[in-house]
T-cell receptor
Framework: AQRVTQPEKLLSVFKGAPVELKCNYSYSGSPELFWYVQYSRQRLQLLLRHISRESIKGFTADLNKGETSFHLKKPFAQEEDSAMYYC????????????FGTGTQLKVEL | KAGVTQTPRYLIKTRGQQVTLSCSPISGHRSVSWYQQTPGQGLQFLFE???????NKGNFPGRFSGRQFSNSRSEMNVSTLELGDSALYLC????????????FGPGTRLTVL
């Protein structure tokens, strides 16, 4: 069965500090991994996906198949990064099903 | 392009009633997925429709059903409502039916009394 684990419910950092949001997955096949973000009073939106290897808003995420991890990182946190972040695993067995982690609330303090 | 729209945005029902929620995907998108979001269980996949066919189904009872029309608009129905069905129901659309970027709607907040 597919499973996504985000161990931190809340992560608080100071502005300018590095950020790392942890995500571990359980899946026997070749994973399709995503990070979605939800800013206050906005809808859930894609931040990045591993297959595109893009850096969005300064965030990057590297897929580590050995550790089954897809941690989200940013070298210098900004106040506008405060949001709820969800790691999600796509089903490669056909279809467009996403299995979400429980989310991490990132709070960037001044 | 206009984003994913969902109607109604808020709904209050009583136990035992049934409810129908509607989702209009982004123009050109053929895949529509539904998710239930609750504080306790987080985001859980309900089902996905593509070209009017159900492609995937999550672990929800048969009281939860859906359909998709030829214009890709989708509806989901919950019959015999229970208190535990109170949740935010999110619809997401994407171009294709393999793991692809999903564009989410604002959700329908359902409260069951």
């Amino acid at each position: 069965a597919q499973r996504v684990t985000q161990p931190e419910k809340l992560l608080s950092v100071f502005k300018g500090a590095p950020v790392e949001l942890k995500c571990n997955y359980s899946y026997s096949g070749s994973p399709e991994l995503f990070w979605y973000v939800q800013y206050s009073r906005q809808r859930l939106q894609l931040l990045l996906r591993h297959i595109s290897r893009e850096s969005i808003k300064g965030f990057t995420a590297d897929l580590n198949k050995g550790e089954t991890s897809f941690h989200l990182k940013k070298p210098f946190a900004q106040e506008e990064d405060s949001a709820m972040y969800y790691c999600a695993l796509g089903s490669t067995g056909g279809g467009n099903k996403l299995t979400f982690g429980t989310g991490t609330q990132l709070k960037v303090e001044l | 392009k206009a984003g994913v729209t969902q109607t109604p945005r808020y709904l209050i029902k009583t136990r035992g009633q049934q409810v129908t929620l509607s989702c209009s995907p982004i123009s050109g998108h053929r895949s529509v997925s539904w998710y239930q979001q609750t504080p306790g269980q987080g985001l859980q996949f309900l089902f996905e429709y593509f070209s009017e066919t159900q492609r995937n189904k999550g672990n929800f009872p048969g009281r939860f059903s859906g359909r998709q029309f030829s214009n890709s608009r989708s509806e989901m129905n919950v019959s015999t409502l229970e208190l535990g069905d109170s949740a935010l129901y999110l619809c997401a659309s994407s171009l294709e039916t393999f793991p692809d970027t999903q564009y989410f709607g604002p959700g329908t907040r359902l409260t069951v009394l």
